[in-house]
């Protein structure tokens, strides 16, 4: 089966660094997405990785371990607009088939 | 770009009724896929097409459900006879296809549908 494990809910602190883990088990594997949705709106890509390793985007750095079926979203020097939720996506091998986590909440304290 | 569109925003209807939703990819994008969301069961894919071809419908929940992509432009999600378990927001999303990030999905801002 597939399955994708995220923590519900994290606060953290403005200007902090904070964590959110991920946890995959799929069929096939074939890249795994970050995704951001503020209340009300559409999911936004973040971060993408296939290959075992940290990425950096400005604030934002994705990490993948594909033995262990584990990735992280780091986020830096945290704003209260980064409070959101954010998903963690795995694609299997097969098309286009992607699998959402639930996603995890976050909100940013002054 | 004006990015992934959909209609109706908002969408509320009465149990038993036929409900069309409907949506216009990025142009250019050759994958569109359709996906629901509620606070139970978080984001699910219900079926994507490639080139205007349905590829999976495994996600489609019964066949009150269907769906079309007529053209490269357009795509409709319907639902017939809707129920108040269909509420829920419904997302189109499209792609392009290569290797690498660039294939990231692109959201519309959703349908919030409401079955009473």
């Known amino acids: 089966g597939q399955n994708i494990d995220q923590p519900t809910e994290m606060t953290a602190t403005e200007g902090a660094i904070v964590q959110i883990n991920c946890t995959y088990q799929?069929?096939?594997?074939?890249?795994l997405f970050w995704y951001q949705q503020h209340a009300g709106e559409a999911p936004t890509f973040l971060s993408y990785?296939?290959?075992?390793g940290l990425e950096e985007k400005g604030r934002f750095s994705s990490f993948l371990s594909r033995s262990k079926g584990y990735s992280y979203l780091l986020l830096k020097e945290l704003q209260m607009k980064d409070s959101a939720s954010y998903l963690c996506a795995a694609r299997g091998n097969y098309g286009q088939n992607f699998v959402f986590g639930p996603g995890t909440r976050l909100s940013v304290l002054p | 770009d004006a990015g992934v569109i959909q209609s109706p925003r908002h969408e509320v209807t009465e149990m038993g009724q036929e409900v069309t939703l409907r949506c216009k990819p990025i142009?250019?994008?050759?994958?569109l896929f359709w996906y629901r969301q509620t606070m139970m069961r978080g984001l699910e894919l219900l079926i994507y097409f490639n080139n205007n071809v349905p590829i999976d419908d495994s996600g489609m929940p019964e066949d009150r459900f269907s769906a079309k992509m007529p053209n490269a432009s357009f795509s409709t999600l319907k639902i017939q006879p809707s129920e108040p378990r269909d509420s829920a927001v419904y997302f189109c999303a499209s792609s392009r296809t290569s290797g690498g990030s660039t294939d990231t999905q692109y959201f519309g801002p959703g349908t919030r549908l409401t079955v009473l």
């Open positions: 799929t069929s096939g594997f074939n890249g």
């Open positions: 990785n296939v290959l075992d």
């Open positions: 142009s250019g994008h050759d994958y």
